[in-house]
């Protein structure tokens, strides 16, 4: 299995930028497309963005494309999240997570996604 630990929450106000990071134990971190969601008092769980393997296929939601931008550095098995132009609606917990190893797909569904991390506060203020 996979562990993933995200950092780099915090407080920000609206129009600031933050970088979350998303660790990952393990040895097949390339294997696996990675995804971020996030989670708002009293809503559901929604996507935000994902990428491939390697990289070159990603996506984003409606709300955040444009601003936000997903990365990955395979060799220190790490995602990342830029975030800027941040908007207090984008107020968040936001977790990482896999895909089960060599699927292909970027996916927006998290039914899809099979292991997630513990989540970072973000905080935007108006």
């Known amino acids: 299995q996979v562990q993933l630990v995200e950092s780099g929450g915090g407080l920000v106000q609206a129009g600031g930028s933050l970088r979350l990071s998303c660790a990952a134990s393990?040895?097949?971190?390339?294997?696996?497309?990675m995804g971020w969601f996030r989670q708002a008092p009293g809503k559901e769980r929604e996507f935000v963005a994902a990428?491939?393997?390697?990289?070159?296929?990603?996506a984003y939601a409606d709300s955040v494309k444009g601003r936000f931008t997903i990365s990955r550095d395979n060799a220190k098995n790490t995602v990342y999240l830029q975030m800027n132009s941040l908007k207090p609606e984008d107020t968040a917990v936001y977790s990482c997570?896999?895909?089960?190893?060599?699927?292909?797909?970027?996916?927006?569904?998290?039914?899809?996604?099979?292991?997630w991390g513990q989540g970072t506060q973000v905080t935007v203020s108006s």
């Open positions: 997570a896999t895909r089960r190893y060599d699927y292909e797909s970027v996916s927006e569904n998290p039914r899809v996604y099979a292991y």
């Open positions: 393990g040895r097949t971190f390339s294997r696996y497309v």
């Open positions: 990428i491939s393997q390697n990289g070159a296929s990603t």
